[in-house]
């Protein structure tokens, strides 16, 4: 059974302060992704990467960065987390297809509330 | 550029039948479809590959336009099971990644 697992479910953090998210998938997946979900807004591309130490910018990287060093891992950061990255966090992964069939698999979702 | 779904959200009662819509205003070359129950992880209902094909599972269906850019997802005598919200995903041409609508919230009561 295929398996996205996230590093935690909910997290408070302080203005400031710099937040790693953990991702971390068992499918050998090459492609890992970051989404932010928010009401109305659905689900929105942060960082994707396609493979170890290679990442691409999503549609609203700003104040984050990422970090794939292994296959299976892939971290979200927040250098200096602000109350408007209030939000929950997706991780999810998908294998290169072909034809637009790359189904995508995802964590249960980290929610973030910065205080 | 992200597609649209319509309705942004639905109320039935179990047994009545829903209609999802997703519309692009660029080409599709496939389309997803996931469902998000409340405080779950997304999960993969079903892919549509090339305009005409039309797929099930259970008693939900769903359509591909490709000439109207456009998908149909159908709930037939919808189960309060089906409660969640529904998104569609479109590939984003030349690079492997979905972008997302914005969600249908569906909620069933009994």
């Known amino acids: 059974d295929v398996k996205v697992t996230q590093s935690s479910r909910y997290l408070v953090k302080r203005t400031g302060e710099k937040v790693f998210l953990e991702c971390v998938q068992d499918?050998?997946?090459?492609?890992m992704f970051w989404y932010r979900q928010d009401p109305g807004l659905g689900l929105r591309l942060i960082y994707f990467?396609?493979?170890?130490?290679?990442?691409e910018k999503g549609d609203i990287p700003e104040g984050y960065s990422v970090s794939r060093e292994k296959k299976e891992r892939f971290s979200l950061i927040l250098e200096s987390a602000s109350t408007n990255q209030t939000s929950m966090y997706l991780c999810?992964?998908?294998?290169?297809?072909?034809?637009?069939?790359?189904?995508?698999?995802f964590g249960p979702g980290t929610r973030l509330l910065v205080l | 550029q992200q597609p649209v779904q319509s309705p942004q959200a639905v109320i039935l009662r179990e047994g009545e039948d829903a209609v999802i819509n997703c519309s692009s205003s660029?080409?599709?070359?496939?389309v997803h479809w996931y469902r998000q129950k409340h405080g779950e992880a997304p999960v993969f209902l079903m892919i549509l590959l090339k305009g005409g094909e039309q797929k099930g599972h259970e008693k939900i269906s769903a359509s591909f336009n490709e000439k109207k850019q456009q998908s149909s997802l159908y709930l037939t005598a919808s189960q309060l099971s089906y409660s969640g919200t529904y998104f569609c995903g479109t590939p984003d041409q030349g690079a492997q990644k979905l972008v997302f609508g914005q969600g249908t919230r569906l909620t069933i009561n009994p």
């Open positions: 999810a992964s998908s294998d290169p297809g072909t034809g637009g069939d790359e189904t995508q698999y």
């Open positions: 499918m050998d997946h090459e492609n």
């Open positions: 660029k080409a599709l070359y496939s």
């Open positions: 990467s396609y493979d170890v130490k290679m990442k």
